[in-house]
């Protein structure tokens, strides 16, 4: 797919005309680390910006009116929780140590990546003593959220070149893969921390 020349028709270059209202609503530009920036009408929009508008596209099967909703608030979220700045916080090695890693693989079979940028998430090393790593809920998104905010900069959206695909057409080959350990841990008498956790991670992440 060439984004140089996209037909008015298309939703990518319908999401980019509405950009502008978005941003003047939410008070927001900054989406995983890009600026999203408006043109001038009849100038070619940013490719990085591009980039951040399909993956919403996307993630919602193409439905132009909610990638609108899902960016929008995406944005509000960011503004308000500043995930960035968790980057440069301090986290209890205590409480998250070894938990996470952010590397680079080669040979996934499940991509046409040369290499690919992967995050393990070993919750087993907390299966001994869930409530000293879970009990704070806050505490502990607010880590992961980082954790997922270090893995979306080795993706180095901000120098993007590659167009991604429209829904359906191919794999984005902007995409980490997210790798659960659950050694240890019953799925079937998780600890209430354990769950309420989970449930805010997996609600965040799906959301924003």
Do not use: C
């Amino acid at each position: 797919m060439d984004w140089t020349d996209l037909p008015p028709s298309h939703n990518l270059a319908k999401f980019v005309a509405e950009l502008p209202a978005i941003l003047k609503e939410t008070g927001h530009h900054e989406m995983y680390g890009v600026e999203l920036q408006t043109v001038e009408e009849g100038k070619p929009p940013l490719h990085t910006t591009l980039v951040i508008l399909q993956k919403f596209l996307r993630a919602n099967a193409d439905d132009l009116f909610k990638a609108k909703e899902q960016l929008s608030a995406a944005l509000e979220w960011r503004k308000t929780y500043r995930p960035l700045h968790a980057l440069d916080e301090t986290f209890s090695a205590d409480k998250f140590g070894r938990l996470g890693y952010v590397t680079k693989l080669k040979g996934a079979t499940e991509t046409k990546n040369e290499e690919d940028i992967v995050t393990f998430n070993v919750y087993g090393y907390a299966a001994k003593d869930p409530k000293k790593t879970f009990g704070d809920t806050e505490a502990f998104v607010r880590w992961r959220v980082a954790l997922m905010e270090l893995t979306i900069q080795q993706l180095h959206l901000k120098e993007a070149t590659q167009p991604i695909p429209d829904y359906g057409k191919g794999p984005d080959p902007y995409q980490a893969i997210q790798v659960h350990d659950y050694l240890s841990v019953s799925f079937f008498r998780q600890p209430a921390e354990v769950k309420a956790s989970s449930s805010k991670i997996i609600d965040l992440f799906q959301k924003n």
